[in-house]
């Protein structure tokens, strides 16, 4: 199956700083990206829909200033959060499609986030 | 709205077979999803119907009706690695995953 690399798998950083997660498609072009958050014992929650070139489409009540999504090529996307606050601790996860196809969803490995 | 019902919880003991089941309701349908999920790890892919019936691979099986918006996860000769939760998702007619919430199993020795 096609693989989709996420880094890195565990952060932690201090309350107002930026935390860059990456997430790259190693042997497939993804034309769109997803990105969820999950809470413990909770379900994936989508935040936001990325397309290769253009904006990202983002969830209700998820801030678009605050999670910054970049997808700039067809094999990498990025989630930014930005001014970190102890609340955004969270996993979270990315995942690729193959264009006009049904298949399943290829997982990154999902990064950790402490805000301390 | 759209909606995706499973069990919180689940106990079943180690070589037994156990049935998670799955109620949803999507604006179209493209298909039904099952993933395992362990603790700090990303989903993993078991298997995927859109058509009524039966699909088995290995240990694991999955129905589904359509007509009845309604799925199940199969899982025979339980083993203490299956212990995880198990997310089953819809797709909707944009193509995008409804998920549950996640059936947590606990498999007893």
């Known amino acids: 199956g096609a693989v989709v690399s996420q880094h890195p798998s565990w952060v932690i950083c201090k309350s107002g700083t930026s935390v860059k997660i990456e997430c790259r498609s190693l042997d497939f072009q993804a034309t769109t990206m997803f990105w969820y958050r999950q809470f413990p014992k909770q379900s994936l929650m989508l935040m936001a829909t990325s397309n290769e070139g253009s904006k990202a489409t983002y969830e209700q009540g998820v801030e678009k200033d605050k999670f910054l999504i970049n997808h700039a090529s067809l094999t990498l996307s990025t989630l930014t959060v930005t001014s970190a606050h102890p609340e955004d601790s969270s996993f979270y996860i990315c995942s690729a499609s193959l264009e006009g196809e049904i298949t399943e969803a290829f997982f990154g490995q999902g990064t950790r986030l402490t805000v301390v | 709205g759209q909606n995706i019902d499973q069990p919180t919880e689940m106990t079943a003991t180690e070589g037994a077979i156990v049935q998670i089941n799955c109620t949803y309701q999507t604006s179209g349908f493209n298909g039904l999803f099952w993933y395992q999920q362990h603790a700090g790890e990303a989903p993993t892919f078991l298997s995927y119907?859109?058509l009524d019936g039966l699909e088995e691979k290995g240990r694991f099986s999955s129905f589904l009706s359509r007509s009845k918006g309604y799925s199940y996860l199969l899982l025979k000769e339980l083993q203490m690695k299956d212990s995880a939760s198990y997310l089953c998702a819809a797709m909707d007619s944009n193509y995008q995953l409804i998920w549950g919430a996640g059936t947590k199993l606990i498999i007893k020795p």
């Open positions: 119907n859109v």
